[in-house]
């Protein structure tokens, strides 16, 4: 079976210091993976995406991921955080059957 | 342009009353998703549109969820005889054809059943 499993619920962390948001998977077949981030009060929005070729990938808002296969994880990392930065992220699966798999999501926010 | 939008965007409803819930996805967009966001948990599978075929209904959580889509454009989620753990939000996304397309979520739709 797919699963996605973030084990952070909750990251506090201090503006302008690094932050890494967990993300495993299992799965026996080949994968995409995103991450979304949900701001308060708005709807969920696309960061970064691994499809293939590279396995560190950039997104928006100077987050990156990198996709590690043989550990079957792809956490997400940000090596100084913005108070603009407190949201709710999701790490997301997908297979060749076109079902999409989301974690529990990660709630991070950021003290001043 | 456009993006996916969902109506209403609050719905309260007595138990046992039947709930219609609306997404209009981005044009173009053969791929439409319907999810349930229970508080503070994530996003749950429910149903997915890909153009004319089948619908994948394999996350609908009982046969009192239902959901249909007119060609490629316009879903429609009934829940009937709503229960309180029904109570959730509703999202809808579209995309482009594949799973390896980005999906584009509506701001959802908050259901509360009193």
């Known amino acids: 079976a797919q699963s996605v499993t973030q084990l952070d619920s909750q990251v506090p962390v201090f503006e302008e210091a690094p932050v890494e948001l967990r993300c495993n998977y299992s799965s026996s077949v080949s994968v995409y993976l995103f991450w979304y981030v949900q701001y308060p009060n708005q709807g969920l929005q696309l960061l970064l995406k691994?499809?293939?070729?590279?396995?560190l990938v950039k997104g928006i808002n100077g987050f990156e991921a990198e996709f590690n296969k043989s550990q079957t994880s792809f956490h997400l990392r940000k090596p100084s955080v913005h108070i603009s930065d407190t949201a709710e992220y999701f790490c997301?699966?997908?297979?060749?059957?076109?079902?999409?798999?989301f974690g529990t999501g990660t709630s991070l926010t950021v003290i001043p | 342009g456009a993006g996916v939008s969902q109506s209403p965007s609050n719905k309260v409803t007595e138990k046992g009353k039947d709930v219609e819930l609306r997404c209009d996805p981005i044009s173009g967009h053969t791929a439409l998703y319907w999810y349930r966001q229970r508080l503070g948990q994530g996003l749950e599978f429910l149903i997915y549109?890909?153009?004319?075929?089948?619908?994948?209904k394999s996350g609908l959580p009982s046969d009192r969820f239902s959901a249909e889509r007119t060609g490629e454009s316009v879903s429609t989620l009934t829940i009937q005889r709503t229960q309180q753990e029904d109570s959730a939000v509703y999202l809808c996304?579209?995309?482009?054809?594949?799973?390896?397309?980005?999906?584009?979520f509506g701001p959802g739709t908050r259901l509360t059943v009193t």
């Open positions: 997301a699966v997908s297979f060749t059957g076109n079902q999409f798999y």
């Open positions: 996304a579209s995309s482009l054809a594949g799973s390896f397309y980005e999906q584009y």
């Open positions: 549109f890909q153009g004319n075929s089948a619908p994948d």
């Open positions: 691994y499809l293939s070729g590279s396995t």
